[in-house]
């Protein structure tokens, strides 16, 4: 696979420096070069409980938006996903929720002094939402054991975070400027009364919860706390790009609609066997194929034409 124009400029240049002698500070050469590499908008997905590693129902969304906007990437958020069942080792809901809000913390951290210029959006599902509502708006979540208010995530990375998408979160709580949906009650690990996100980030948060939902409200229909992704996905895709287009700066050229401006309306599963397996295409402009990949590998840009899972 040949490099980008801009890496294989970048990688001349240092080889021209060497053989006219002149010192090359390799290690800055290498951050150019993984900068240059860089894409416009990476996307964060976080799966709900007992769902194995990938994106789980969280995949709805992501998927929507890395068709919406070729050339994007994605990860996964590592971490438990678990209730205390066996088949995710038995480890307690508390104990996951606070593993994964660091998970979330650690990953988009990482990233963002990678590529401090791309922008970056957060896709949480279920307990999935709770670790991102955690990670970007701070704690306590006495439940999880976090008793700090301060985020995690840093500042600089949560300029970077342009838009977060919550569905189905125990965080939820009636009354928020950035909730959607029929829930007037609260979740079971909700946040207090009157609470409102900080660090300049509720305007760029939507938090899905409907009143059937036993899980982010009191309802008694646990089947609804899995239709979000298909009652609400276009709605979350389009709030996603308006605080996309809205921002300014970036790893690269302006967001694009998908091939003929159409949206997809039945997105396969991120992380699941419809992506794209370890060194496939996941993405690049006119790439018709899947831009997820399966779980154990992510889908990173190399150029405006081409994406690989690694």
Not at 33 to 53: D, K, L, N, Y
Not at 64 to 79: D, H, V
Not at 258 to 266: R, V
Not at 276 to 291: D, I
């Amino acid at each position: 696979m040949w490099p980008s124009p801009k890496v294989a400029a970048l990688l001349l240049w240092a080889h021209s420096l060497l053989v006219a002698g002149s010192p090359v500070d390799t290690t800055e050469a290498s951050e150019l070069v993984a900068r240059q590499s860089c894409p416009e908008i990476h996307v964060f997905g976080a799966r709900e409980t007992t769902v194995p590693s990938g994106y789980g129902t969280a995949g709805q969304v992501v998927n929507l938006i890395l068709q919406a906007f070729p050339g994007a990437t994605s990860e996964a958020i590592n971490y438990p996903a678990c209730g205390g069942q066996a088949s995710c080792g038995g480890i307690q809901y508390g104990d996951s929720a606070r593993q994964g809000t660091q998970a979330v913390a650690n990953a988009v951290n990482s990233f963002h002094q990678r590529c401090p210029n791309t922008k970056l959006v957060l896709v949480g599902y279920s307990q999935g939402g709770q670790i991102m509502d955690n990670a970007v708006c701070g704690g306590p979540d006495t439940g999880s054991g976090i008793t700090t208010t301060t985020p995690p995530i840093s500042q600089s990375a949560l300029d970077a975070i342009k838009a977060v998408i919550l569905m189905g979160s125990p965080r939820y709580v009636a009354g928020l400027p950035y909730n959607v949906g029929t829930c007037t009650a609260q979740g079971f690990a909700a946040r207090p009364r009157g609470y409102v996100c900080g660090s300049n980030s509720s305007d760029k948060i939507q938090n899905y919860c409907d009143s059937t939902d036993p899980y982010c409200c009191t309802g008694n229909d646990a089947n609804s706390h899995q239709q979000y992704g298909v009652k609400y996905g276009q709605q979350a895709l389009n709030f996603v790009r308006s605080k996309l287009n809205s921002s300014s700066g970036g790893g690269g050229g302006s967001p694009t609609t998908s091939a003929g401006g159409s949206q997809p309306t039945q997105p396969s599963n991120g992380g699941g066997s419809n992506c794209s397996p370890k060194w496939g295409q996941c993405g690049g402009q006119g790439w018709t194929g899947p831009t997820c990949c399966q779980s154990g590998s992510t889908c990173r840009f190399q150029n405006n034409w081409y994406s690989q899972c690694l």
